[in-house]
């Protein structure tokens, strides 16, 4: 008699709770944003950073990118906004361990498509000639 197959255990196995469910679903739409996560691997290789500096080392970010984009991330808890009493003032951010967390969680992403890369590019070439057959 042939053995019953077994069934992965899955997420969708478990009892959901809606709170996990919605915030899931926000982290994976910051996540796909591609300013977010470039804002992130800035901060976690260069450190604390002045806004006109990590908007630079973020590469094509235009000001109200930027200043939207790390809004968003220090209301989410990533950032950490320190103005400095000073004239003119200075303003810096840095990474919370929530943010780093988030980038370490990323990083499992960039292996995946490290490790996939060549398999990903001929499934796009086969499926393109076959799209023009």
Known sequence: MPS??????????LPVDPRVEALVNEVIGRVADKWTMILIEVLIEHGELRFTRLGEL?????????TQTLRQMERDG?????IHPVIPPRVEYRLTDL???LGEAFCGVWLWAEKNLQAIEDARVAFDIRAKA
């Open 4 to 13: 019953p197959q077994r069934k992965t255990p899955s997420v969708h196995d």
């Open 58 to 66: 973020a590469g094509g970010i235009s000001q109200k990118m930027l």
């Open 78 to 82: 990533l950032v950490i906004r320190t």
């Open 99 to 101: 943010g780093l967390s």
